[in-house]
């Protein structure tokens, strides 16, 4: 895990978050060995902080889960930051055990409307769309 994330990714993620409804502010936040893509993200009416790691992994998986930044606890969010990067959806019941969520950008989009975000189903997993 790290920064292999080519250069536009996070400032479409930054550009967006200045954008979102429930986004009252963000900040990156530095890793000790700054490898890592991380936000805190403070949203509107009185909902919880998010702290975000945008992952670099083509496919996340239960491995890079319990390897993931000390950051990324409780009321976490795992983006899969890549586009054509994708998780195997066997971890999210150990992630949601853990009020974790995981998804790609739209996930992240919609997660934010919610409070309690790792109980939030996002489209990309939605059977009926």
């Known amino acids: 895990m790290g920064r292999d994330l080519h250069y536009t990714i996070p400032k479409f993620i930054e550009r967006n978050l200045n954008s979102h409804a429930k986004v009252a502010s ?8 700054d490898n890592d893509y991380i936000y805190l993200i403070k949203r509107t009416d009185g909902f919880s902080d998010v702290i975000v ?11 890079h889960y319990y390897q993931k930044p000390e950051q ?3 009321g976490g969010f795992i983006l899969i930051a890549k586009p054509e990067g994708g998780y195997d959806y ?5 992630l949601q055990n ?3 969520s995981i998804g790609k950008w ?3 989009m919609g997660a934010l409307y919610h409070d309690n975000h790792w109980n939030y189903i996002p489209k990309e ?5």
Do not use: V
């Open 26 to 33: 963000w900040q990156r936040i530095d890793t000790p060995q």
């Open 53 to 63: 790691h945008a992952s670099d992994e083509y496919r996340y998986t239960l491995t």
């Open 72 to 74: 990324i606890t409780a």
């Open 90 to 94: 066997s971890i999210i019941e150990i």
């Open 98 to 100: 853990d009020k974790i």
């Open 106 to 108: 739209g996930a992240l």
């Open 125 to 129: 997993r939605r059977e009926d769309d």
